[in-house]
């Protein structure tokens, strides 16, 4: 089984830290780990106009990350409330 690199952006690690809750930062914690095995896991939705930038929903708030398949990495770029998820890229 390949399993793949899974890097945070520092931004990323802030966003995280400053969750609401535990409970939430748990979950998304979880969610980020299980990305090593499965990068598009059925829940993961393509972002529209972009090659390989993807988003998993948590609640109202969005795991945004990035896949390179011919390295075996995915970048987790923002971890964000739905509102402030996809400005800026």
Same mark, same amino acid.
């Given at each position: ?13 802030? $966003?995280?830290? #400053? %969750? ?6 748990? #979950?998304?914690? $979880?969610?980020?780990?299980? %990305? ?9 939705? #393509?972002? !529209? &106009?972009?090659?390989?930038?993807? @988003?998993?929903?948590? &609640? ?12 075996? %990495?995915?970048?987790?770029? @923002?971890?964000?409330?739905? !509102?402030?998820?996809?400005? &800026?890229?």
């Amino acid at each position: 089984m390949v399993s793949y690199s899974v890097k945070i952006k520092n931004s990323a690690q802030k $966003e995280i830290r #400053k %969750l609401p809750s535990k409970e939430l930062r748990d #979950k998304i914690i $979880e969610i980020i780990d299980d %990305l090593y095995i499965n990068p598009v896991p059925d829940e993961a939705k #393509k972002i !529209k &106009g972009s090659n390989n930038i993807y @988003r998993i929903r948590q &609640g109202t708030y969005r795991i945004v990350y990035q896949i390179y398949k011919n390295e075996l %990495l995915v970048i987790v770029i @923002r971890v964000r409330h739905r !509102k402030d998820a996809y400005r &800026g890229y």
